[in-house]
Structure formats: structure tokens, C-alpha cells
């Protein structure tokens, strides 16, 4: 079955009342017929329900249609992006580990490797997202996992997956990727190579921007099993009407990213030819550095490209962003409304400088007519004011 759709294929309760959409069960409690069924309840935590917090129909559901879209055996939802990243490294990693990131890697993940895991006695090490089968030489004796982004956040770097993960492979290391960017449908990593696909269902899944739930896929039962043990440790628990909406958000994400996509292409492009910027950074656009790489391993693609105002002496960034009437100021993606992030690049990089001069400003394209959203960001750059000094030089 093609994933779009398996997307509409969610199992339908077996129940009298029998809605197409899946059911909401709320509760912490079960209650079981037998003192035998309640005492071997624990045999039920991977599988089956034993407590509303180790799992409930929505969330297993969820679950099973994630796993299958990654191409994973097994997938586990938790409360947030961050808390899969997290549940991933704390189940993986112990004291006297070493663990890779690209130097580009998500905010939050950055810090909690330098201000969280190092207190745990785990350190973290940046890495050259670009550096493919670099990667070798940063490899210790001790270096248990290897992060990819794919894009990046905020940089959109593709990474070269396959020949990461081989390198990690040899030297013993898992190798988990964020894959939020492209989502399950556009980038299957475990195909290419990863042992762990994370997404933050936040974004394209709910596709919405009103819920938060984070999903942790992989191949194998025992690293289910091992990520699972962790959530059970961190009293991780999903909403029921989260999952819900996420299952609900499934069913339209074929068509919202190949919209996005084709609006963020074509907005991509006329930006590109603009004189007020000085290169737009989006993959599957032609021409973009990530390019090939990007057509080499993806199936898709998503309306989320950063853009590099030309330099100017006065940095009037602020006026251009301020005054846009279709985009929201807001630093996530992937909902229906359009939104644009000014991006701070300064002191994030450690290992991989960033040598472009001018302001960073990452789009995330919405469901809105793309014209539109054209003459508003051109609307922007006259009030950056490129005219002028393009003129004058
Ligand atoms: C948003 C995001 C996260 C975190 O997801 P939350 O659900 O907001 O915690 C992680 N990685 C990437 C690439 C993201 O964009």
C-alpha cells in the first residue's frame, strides 16, 4: 500500500458504535475481569494496555501508523519533539558515552548535550554536518550514537545519511536521525541507513500548530523495547485527543506538503532571482547546495527555506519583518498559517562557520495562496531596501 494511502488507513474499533475515525479513550485507570489478567498486567506494557499512561488506543494507533510510514518495526509517542530527542538519548547513553552532533542541530538539543547529558557524565561533540564520511575521524572508542538533521533547522544542510551510518556502523555507534523537516513521507531514514527515526509530529503531522507529541521509530523489538523501558522510567504519557489530532492531521499530510512544497518552490525561486537577497537555501531547489543529495534520498520535500538578505550597513531587517501582514513571527513550522523566523545565527556554530554576511530569515509556507505570500515578502525587501544600494554600488 502507498503511504498516502495508509495514511486513511487507521484500524477502526471494533466497537457497536463503529466510527470511521479513530476513538478517543480517556483514562489512567483500567480495570480488568480476573485477579490473573490484573496480575500479569505488566506483560501487557509493550503491546497490549495495562495503565492510561503506558498506552491507549489513540496513542497505539498513532504509534502503528508512524512505525509504518518510517519503515520501522515499532514506534513510541512522546509529549514533545524534545522528549523524543531526549527519551532517545537517555535510553542510549551512560556515563563514559560519547555522542556526535551536527554542529547545526536543533537549539534545544545542542544545550541539553552541553547543560543536561554532560552532568550525567555523557559528552557531546560537534561535527561538520557536511563532512559525509569525515565522520570516521571523530569517532572515539567510547562514541555510542551519532545524531543527523536532515535539513538542518534553521541551515538546511543535507546530510550525507548513508555514509554517516556507515562510518558510525563500523565503529560501533547507533546512528539516530531528526527527520522532522521532510517528515516520514518525504525522508524514510531508516532506509538509508539510520537505526532510529525521530520526528517532532508537532509540525507536519499535526499540521495545525495546536498539539505537541514527538515520535521515536526504529527496526528492531529490543531497541524498542529499551526506549520504551526509558519513557516508563521518565513517566512519559500521551494525551488521547493529541494523538487523535495527530491521527487526524495523517490524513491530509500528502496533500499539505505537496502544496507547501510547490508554493515554497515557486516563492523560492522568484526570491533567488531577487536583488535584495543574496541566496535562498532550500533544497529541492535547483541549484541548491544539498540539490543532488537531497534528490538522491528523499521522496519529498516540505514549504520550510531560509533566505540571506544582501548585506547591508544598516541591518533594517527588522522593518522588513515587522511589517509583513501574511506572515506570523513564530519559530516552529509545518501548521496551515505561513511564518517567518529571523534567525540568530551568531555563537550556535562551533566547528562549521557561517560565512554568509547578510540577516537569515527562515520562511515556513502555509496553506495560503502563494502570490500572495510573494508580494508580501516583496513587500518586505522594499522596506529592507535593497534598491537603493544595489543602485548605488
Ligand atoms: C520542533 C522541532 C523539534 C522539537 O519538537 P517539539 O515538539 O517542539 O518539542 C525537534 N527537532 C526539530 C527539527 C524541530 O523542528
Known sequence: MRDETRLLHTAVDDLPFNALTPTVHRASTIVFPTVESFLSRHTRFYDGYSYGLYGHPASRNLAAQIAALEGGVRSLIVPSGMAAIMVTNLALLRAGDHVLLPDPVYGPSRSSAKQFMSGLGVEASFYDPLC????????RPNTRLVWVE??????????DLPAIAQAAHAHGALVAVDGTWASPLGFKALSHGADIAMQALSKHVGGHSDLLLGSVTVASEELFRR??????????????????LALRGLGTLAARLERQTASALKIAARLAEHPGVARVIYPPLPGDAGHALWRRDFQGGCGVFSVVLQPRAENRLAACVDGLRLFHIGASWGGLHSLVAPVQIE?????????DRGPLVRFSIGMEH???LLEDIELGLDRYGFDREVAAE
Not at 526506549?227 to 487523535?244: N, T
Open 227 to 244: 526506549i520504551k523501558d526509558a519513557s516508563r522510567f521518565l513517566g512519559l504519557g500521551v494525551s488521547p485527543e493529541d494523538c487523535f
Open 370 to 372: 502563494p502570490d500572495d
Open 132 to 139: 559525509g564520511v569525515g565522520i570516521a575521524a571523530l569517532m
Open 150 to 159: 536532515s535539513p538542518a533547522s534553521f541551515t538546511m544542510e543535507v546530510q
Open 347 to 355: 555563537g550556535t556554530r562551533t566547528v562549521s562557520p557561517w560565512r
